[in-house]
């Protein structure tokens, strides 16, 4: 993550205001392959954005909230009405029962969500658990909280990631505050299994650890997998924090309103910090998430079968170029190792070149460890853009086989 953009204008006496905490992060790659691929005209599989609409239902509703004067700050844990419909959807999908009053909160979008349960669970010294490859603000987050990272490698394997369950048990240590797991997960495209979920479950509860889940791709799960959160195995309602939001799912990344569940002492720690970050965001967009939440089960299914449809392509796009492919069963995204294209393994080297080659950006998985050695090799692509767009970049992609 050290590939900044930005060059020092400072005059040498100017004291760096950068903090310590922040200054190992530089500038987010997805920032850097981003402008990348306006400045090259690439077809962009890096950031992870579809590039059509959501349902007009949601549409329509938000431009309804604004013209009926839906425009001041809302409630600080959010309208009534779409902490009522998170319920409702996690007891429709999940089987879960929450108090929308006191167990549900709204934020801005999982990220402000990650960052109100870590700055407001962690003492400084805390140690958390985490598998990488990670989502990038997550080290980020428990590094302004002062806490201390502690990772657990995720391995691609022919048949998805897998870790080690002994260097798991290892990991935890007194310190050990939490787990901070993500399922499905990004960037690997894994789901944990059953198995993988009662081995964590297990540990927490035997450890006395919180585990945070971020579960944003919980509807995005290919070939009849299905996802299992955290909170519904036994022994964890009262200890798992749930996280999750409405860009992913409904196709409106810009608009940032997501949401944290579970126990009430916990929402109230992650409440505690979030009131100060944002305070609440995103007025006319919660009731129209509401509205989301509340589509049927057809919304759902289309959206799985259409997404499912895009990785195809995609997957034989890269198999055409001639990549190791690892298998993606969730999420927008598809891993695969470069080495077969490039002996010297360098995945970084590969992505900042493939724009001027053949015009299609993917994003480096360097960027999600904490290692960034362990994923070296292993480079992002993500199949969220139009049939069109997967074809047209598939077709460059298999040239890269010549
Ligand atoms: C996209 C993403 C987020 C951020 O979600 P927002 O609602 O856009 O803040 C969090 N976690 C993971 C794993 C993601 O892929």
């Given amino acids: 993550m050290t590939i900044s953009r930005f060059v020092s204008t400072y005059a040498h006496d100017v004291r760096d205001p950068l903090t310590a905490k922040l200054a190992p992060f530089g500038t987010t790659i997805f920032a850097t392959m981003s402008a990348l691929a306006v400045e090259t ?48 959807h996690q007891q429709r999908f999940w089987g879960i029962e929450l108090d929308p009053d006191t167990e549900v909160l709204i934020t801005a979008g999982a990220t402000e969500a990650l960052a109100g349960a870590l700055l407001g669970t962690l003492e400084p010294g805390d140690e958390v658990v985490v598998f990488e490859p990670m989502y990038d603000s997550y080290q980020a987050c ?35 505050r939490s787990i901070l797991l993500n399922t499905p997960h990004n960037p ?30 919980e509807h995005l799960i290919f070939d009849g997998r299905q996802h299992l959160p955290m909170s519904t195995l036994p022994g ?7 996280i999750s939001s409405g860009g992913k799912t409904f196709h409106t990344t810009g608009w940032k309103i997501g949401w944290i569940s579970g126990p009430q002492p916990m929402v109230k720690a992650a409440m505690s910090a979030k009131q ?19 589509l049927g089960d057809d919304y759902f299914e289309s959206l799985i079968a259409n997404l499912a449809d895009s990785r195809d392509r995609l997957h034989a796009g890269l198999h055409g170029a001639g990549f190791t492919v690892y298998p993606s069963e969730a999420t927008y995204f598809t891993t695969v190792d470069v080495t077969p294209l490039r002996a010297d393994g360098d995945g970084m080297a590969f992505c900042l ?12 998985n360097q960027v999600f460890y904490v290692e960034p050695a362990h994923g070296r090799n292993l480079v992002r692509f993500a199949c969220c853009k139009r049939p069109e ?14």
């Fill in 41 to 88: 005209g690439s077809i962009n599989l890096g950031q992870g954005f579809p590039d059509t609409d959501g349902p007009s239902e949601v549409l329509d509703a938000a431009v309804d909230a604004i013209r009926s004067g839906q425009n001041q700050y809302p409630p600080g844990l959010g309208i009534p009405d779409l902490r009522r419909a998170v319920a409702e």
């Fill in 142 to 176: 428990i590094a302004l909280a002062g806490a201390r990272i502690v990772p657990v490698l995720l391995r691609p394997t022919p048949e998805g990631y897998r870790f080690d369950p002994d260097e798991l048990r290892a990991a935890i240590g007194p310190r050990t």
């Fill in 188 to 217: 690997t495209g894994k789901v944990f299994t059953a198995e993988e979920m009662h081995q964590i479950a297990t540990l927490a509860i035997e450890h006395d650890l919180m585990v945070i889940t971020d579960e944003v791709y």
């Fill in 236 to 242: 964890m309602r009262e200890r798992t924090l749930t």
């Fill in 276 to 294: 100060f970050l944002t305070y609440v965001n995103g007025a006319p967009f919660q009731p129209a998430m509401a509205v989301g939440l509340r």
């Fill in 353 to 364: 070149e493939l724009p001027h080659r053949i015009g299609v950006v993917a994003v480096p």
């Fill in 389 to 402: 767009v997967i074809d047209a970049a598939v077709e460059r992609l298999v040239t890269l086989a010549n």
